[in-house]
């Protein structure tokens, strides 16, 4: 009996189907180390900005804006009272060039 079709069908579909699993792995790898790169710019923007406020809410410093590049990212702190509160924002352009915006707030002693 000849087999040299199926045998063929099969090469076929083993092909496929590595095509298809290459295909969409590399731009799904590609995303998660940007997503991975965004994360890890928003954890130093927010520990700088935790720091930053702790520091302002004890009146060591009277600066309200001020600007920092954080891993070849310009960042814009911004200081504002609000009654017995501090509030610190950060804004920021991430690595796929989305604004982001983060607030966190102290008491003003």
């Given at each position: 009996?000849?087999?040299?079709?199926?045998?063929?069908?099969?090469?076929?579909?083993?092909?496929?189907?590595?095509?298809?699993?290459?295909?969409?792995?590399?731009?799904?790898?590609?995303?998660?180390?940007?997503?991975?790169?965004?994360?890890?710019?928003?954890?130093?923007?927010?520990?700088?900005?935790?720091?930053?406020?702790?520091?302002?809410a004890n009146?060591?410093?009277?600066?309200?804006?001020?600007?920092?590049?954080?891993?070849?990212?310009?960042?814009?702190?911004?200081?504002?009272?609000?009654?017995?509160?501090?509030?610190?924002?950060?804004?920021?352009?991430?690595?796929?060039?989305?604004?982001?915006?983060?607030?966190?707030?102290?008491?003003?002693?």
């Open positions: 009996m000849n087999r040299n079709g199926f045998t063929f069908i099969e090469a076929l579909v083993s092909l496929n189907i590595i095509i298809f699993i290459s295909l969409t792995v590399a731009p799904l790898s590609t995303l998660v180390m940007q997503e991975r790169v965004n994360a890890l710019l928003k954890r130093d923007v927010v520990h700088m900005l935790y720091e930053d406020l702790l520091y302002r009146g060591n410093d009277a600066t309200m804006h001020y600007e920092k590049s954080i891993q070849q990212t310009n960042v814009q702190f911004t200081f504002q009272l609000e009654n017995e509160y501090m509030r610190g924002c950060a804004n920021w352009e991430n690595k796929k060039t989305r604004k982001e915006t983060f607030c966190l707030y102290s008491d003003y002693k």
